[in-house]
């Protein structure tokens, strides 16, 4: 079979892959001391019992007669549609169980929507970024997708030009911000989707991290007028839940979306889904109509609140340090402008001093280059540990 050539434009490995590797490596020569993990962004928790309940509950019902499901419907269950509504977009009557897609991920997600666009259109892509939005544009869309720099060591806090995109482009955005750890505020958001209904761009918001997100500020995107008619919102289950494991999101593709000719890009989307995807296991959708229960709610925020914890134990750490450290209040990540040049070497030291596992910032686009991400989700001891071993670093 003739090999996609595409795969030569990514990197060798998947970030996390490479990162698993280059730590695997060293633990065989250094076992002397116990590595602590803040790499990937993982939940590592026991599922809460009301989910837990729920997905035993829905095996014993599955081997009933009365019970037994087979296929979805593609667009997920509508208790669990309803769910969404109800509980994440109460404030947003536009939105509607209609608009809701069930997904087995957000990953997953990311990938279908770069198969609605046309041939020609541009993807723009926040960097630094979660690395699936630039892999997934290549191998889909045959093209590097243009860099949108949000973060710099001068400028430090998120700022991006989306003026500067050709008319018509597919832009990739992340809030709370994977990896930075920050905010867009309100009013760079409403901007945005101004430029966006000008210059008819489609916004991907992906809302992965809503539930670390503190006090008043936005958690949809559609809590800003006329955001319906330009942007694609995309949640998930794994971070507020823990169903990283058990694969649960969703996409909102609201009914007033257009393509530039005017035809519903919902209508396309419940086209591709019926083709490519038949609905998620209906396990995990009762195990997310659980998590959004009273109950489940209660129980899963209250894991939220321990990674969140876990993130200001280690952001202490850096406290007199010379390192510049962001984020860690509306996100489970710190974002750490090192002394390093270069973002493997900054992650080789705390290796090697420190026996803790970081991701290199350099792995989410050329602008995080010098960076160092660090994760909060580990247990709360190995938040404390890690932060006394952060204290006794040169940084
Ligand atoms: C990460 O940035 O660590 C990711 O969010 C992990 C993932 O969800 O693939």
Redesign the pocket.
Known sequence: MDRNHLFDGLSGKYL?QEVKLRVDLFRQFHNEKRCIFLG???TTQPLCNSISQAIIQTGDDLATAHGYRGYGPEQGIIELRSAIQKKLYQSMPHISEEDIFISDG??CDIQRMHLLCGEKLFVAVQDPS?P?YKDSSLLLRKKIPLSLPIFSKEKQHLDIDLNSLPNGSLIFLCHPN??TGTLFSREQLSSFIKIATQKEHIIIFDV?YRDYIEGDHLRSIYEISGADEVAIEIGSF?KSAGL?GIRLGWSIVPKKLRYSDGTSIQSDYLRLIGTTFNGASYISQQAGIAALSDIGRKESLEQVQVYKENIKILKAAFHGKKAKVFGGSHAPYLWIATHFKKSWEAFDYFLHSAYIVT?PGIGFGEAGEGFLRL?GFSSKDDAIEASERIAALDI
């Open positions: 996390f990937i962004g993982d957000a990953k979660y699936a994977n990896p992965a794994s990283s991701t994760s």
